[in-house]
């Protein structure tokens, strides 16, 4: 199908545009941005229009950090609802964690994750592989043959890799496959036990905390065999702000370290516990103001690269229980655009810094082509209304849970559509 996407302000960070422009697709490609109103009609053929009047026309959103919970917890989330749940938020490219059952650490699970994402096929979903066997952090995982099969990175997520010599090595791995490791920042000898940040507020709600310096010792501890290994390493959802602080010395040493926080992580607190709600409930936890601002100084200057949304559905059963026994973790795909709006609001970035942070830096992180509107390039457009203003309604997500603590709240930026590979994939 040919497109025409006209009378919208296009942004595209890896190409310096930020303007009106028309945007021409045809056969799955970019063929032009020009300027508003410069395609010809013949060029536009029998194209349909897309009317981005007032809206924002970008690159497909790109989020390096879901949990689809294929193979092994399809009662949570499926490939194929977690798609519809990414295309819904704007996203055209995700990348899949590997604690499934079976766990991602072996070219089999690789593969069929890869194929049912094909099968799918509305967006670009990528499977990351296991660093260690089974999760396990005893072991590596055969990390060439899980390269060759597809992943485009590593991570042990949900756990971290405890063992020094394992993530030394590791490391040295990273750097021979040129692939990234995502580390889970946290040491769980001070966060067992543990459901929410250790903090006044834990101590007045009688819950038992999981204290920054878990993340902070992880961090500064990767940091330091990352000095002598050269290998590639990239945090996962960071929430801690001294950890924040060490990604940034690390950064002004050179290293190749990079960091990326997800949108409740700069949208709220441990306050938020107060209620008791479950959905309040993720690993790491929600931090004080005192966090949220140093996470927020580390998106101004760059130290913080991407936002990414930790997107961990669970179903009902996992969430209706006491909150020291409810599973860890929310749904993010669908609420990430308003959430992060708001750091336009606040003049902590510009719409252009927002919107690379959720595209071309994620794409040149994890060496992948896409996150640009160049033309030839593969036709991955999001519409948005950055001005719209609605309710969040968990109930008409398009993700298989709802574990929102975003429910009800009032928002404004709302996707209009999601192109993948020239198709409209999602309207609204």
Not at 252 to 269: D, K, N
Request: aromatic share 6%.
């Amino acid at each position: 199908m040919k497109l025409i996407i006209k009378n919208g302000r296009v942004i595209d960070p890896a190409n310096n545009l930020d303007g009106e422009y028309d945007v021409l697709i045809d056969k799955g490609l970019i063929q032009a941005v020009a300027p508003r109103g410069k395609i010809s009609a013949r060029d536009a053929g029998s194209a349909k229009i897309i009317d981005a009047k007032d809206c924002v026309v970008a690159p497909g959103f790109m989020d390096m950090h879901v949990h689809f919970r294929e193979p092994g917890f399809e009662y949570k989330e499926t490939i194929e609802t977690g798609c519809d749940s990414a295309a819904a938020g704007g996203f055209t490219t995700v990348a899949m964690m590997p604690n499934t059952d079976p766990v991602n650490d072996n070219r089999s699970v690789t593969e069929l994750m890869i194929s049912r994402a094909r099968a799918h096929g509305k967006i670009q979903a990528l499977p990351i592989g296991a660093i260690t066997r089974g999760l396990k952090g005893e072991t590596l995982s055969d990390m060439g043959d899980l390269k060759e099969a597809g992943v485009i990175a590593f991570s042990d997520d949900g756990r971290p890799v405890m063992n020094n010599q394992v993530m030394r090595h590791a490391l040295e791995y990273s750097r021979m496959f040129d692939l990234p490791l995502i580390q889970h920042s946290e040491i769980l000898d001070l966060t067992k036990g543990g459901c929410m940040n250790e903090s006044r507020v834990s101590t007045e709600l009688g819950l038992k905390g999981m204290p920054t310096e878990a993340e902070d010792i992880m961090v500064y501890r990767d940091i330091a065999l990352l000095e002598k290994t050269g290998g590639r390493l990239h945090v996962a959802h960071i929430s801690s702000g001294e950890s924040v602080e060490l990604v940034r010395r690390a950064k002004a040493q050179g290293l190749p370290v990079t960091c990326e926080v997800a949108p409740h992580h700069f949208t709220l607190t441990d306050e938020s516990v107060r209620g008791y709600d479950t959905n309040t409930k993720m690993s790491p936890p929600l931090r004080t103001q005192s966090d949220i601002d140093a996470i927020k100084a580390g998106l101004k200057d760059g130290t913080i690269d991407i936002i990414a949304t930790d997107h961990a559905p669970h179903d009902l059963v996992d969430k209706q229980a006491d909150y020291h026994s409810a599973c860890f973790g929310i749904v993010g795909l669908e609420t990430a655009l308003p959430l992060s709006l708001r750091l336009v609001d606040e003049n902590i970035l510009t719409l252009p810094q927002l919107v690379a942070k959720l595209t071309s830096r994620p794409a040149e992180i994890f060496k992948l082509d896409q996150g640009a509107l160049g033309v030839g390039k593969q036709a991955d457009v999001v519409v948005f209304d950055p001005h719209h203003e609605y309710t969040v309604e968990a109930s008409r997500f398009k993700s298989k849970s709802k574990n929102s603590p975003f429910d009800g709240w009032q928002v404004r930026g709302q996707v209009r559509h999601t192109i993948f590979n020239g198709k409209v994939i999602y309207s609204n």
